[in-house]
């Protein structure tokens, strides 16, 4: 059964950095578009990034410049570099993937949750001011 771990989350200053992984298994995920979204409390789960099958990357404004997502197709896995946080950041971050797709998807679908059908468990990322 194909699965999605997420691990890095913990709790950093404000201004800090953390690297979040998500490791897949259960089949490959490198013709897929992976994801990370995060759910804050009280809050709806919102799009942060998103790397597509050839590589194209898409961000939130919320953390353009700030977050970096790259995945590494040999070892099955995605990463989310998160530099410059906030305490705005503070959430669950999940990772997730779409369906096998056409080559090239618009970023409005990648920004969409309900396009996404294989996700993480969550791993819970704390800024502190």
């Known amino acids: 059964q194909a699965q999605l771990v997420e691990s890095g989350g913990g709790l950093v200053q404000a201004g800090g950095s953390l690297r979040l992984s998500c490791a897949a298994s259960?089949?490959?995920?490198?013709?897929?578009?992976m994801g990370w979204f995060r759910q804050a409390p009280g809050k709806e789960r919102e799009f942060v990034a998103a790397?597509?099958?050839?590589?194209?990357?898409y961000y939130a404004d919320s953390v353009k410049g700030r977050f970096a997502i790259s995945r590494d197709k040999d070892k099955n896995t995605v990463s989310l570099r998160m530099d410059s946080l906030k305490s705005d950041d503070t959430a669950v971050y999940y990772c997730?993937?779409?369906?096998?797709?056409?080559?090239?998807?618009?970023?409005?679908?990648?920004?969409?949750?309900?396009?996404?059908?294989?996700w993480g468990q969550g791993t819970q990322v704390t800024v502190s001011s």
């Open positions: 259960g089949r490959t995920f490198s013709d897929r578009n």
């Open positions: 997730a993937a779409t369906p096998r797709t056409a080559y090239y998807v618009s970023s409005s679908y990648l920004a969409t949750q309900e396009s996404y059908v294989t």
């Open positions: 790397i597509t099958r050839p590589g194209d990357t």
